[in-house]
């Protein structure tokens, strides 16, 4: 499966920002999904992830209440709905697919990996 993340740019403080993760080659109607990102100089970090019906989801502390994510399987898409934005995360956000249809925190069990979109949040 090959992943294309798109949506990132430039917004202010208190913006919002809605990224997409479109699937091609493949369905990923059966994948559990996650969003990470990875700041200059960090490592990449688990920001969101989905099951594979869109009932579980899990958020890392940091974004809950302000970021949503979610999937739509008619157009092989996952999003990632950024309300509330802070500078703190300003970050190449990329998402991921895994082999099984739950849901993971950690990046090495993410088989497929998009290219990145980048978000910049100024203050």
């Known amino acids: 499966v090959q992943l294309q993340a798109s949506g990132g740019g430039l917004v202010q403080a208190g913006g919002s920002l809605r990224l997409s993760c479109a699937a091609s080659?493949?369905?990923?109607?059966?994948?559990?999904m996650g969003w990470f990102r990875q700041a200059p100089g960090k490592e990449r970090e688990f920001v969101a992830a989905?099951?594979?019906?869109?009932?579980?989801?899990d958020y890392t502390d940091s974004v809950k209440g302000r970021f949503t994510i979610s999937r739509d399987t008619r157009k092989n898409t996952v999003y990632l709905q950024m309300n509330r934005l802070k500078p703190e995360v300003t970050a190449v956000y990329y998402c991921?697919?895994?082999?099984?249809?739950?849901?993971?925190?950690?990046?090495?069990?993410?088989?497929?990996w998009g290219q990145g979109t980048l978000v910049t949040v100024s203050s």
């Open positions: 991921a697919a895994l082999r099984r249809s739950t849901i993971a925190r950690m990046t090495s069990e993410y088989a497929y």
């Open positions: 080659k493949r369905t990923i109607s059966n994948n559990g």
């Open positions: 989905i099951d594979w019906r869109g009932q579980s989801t």
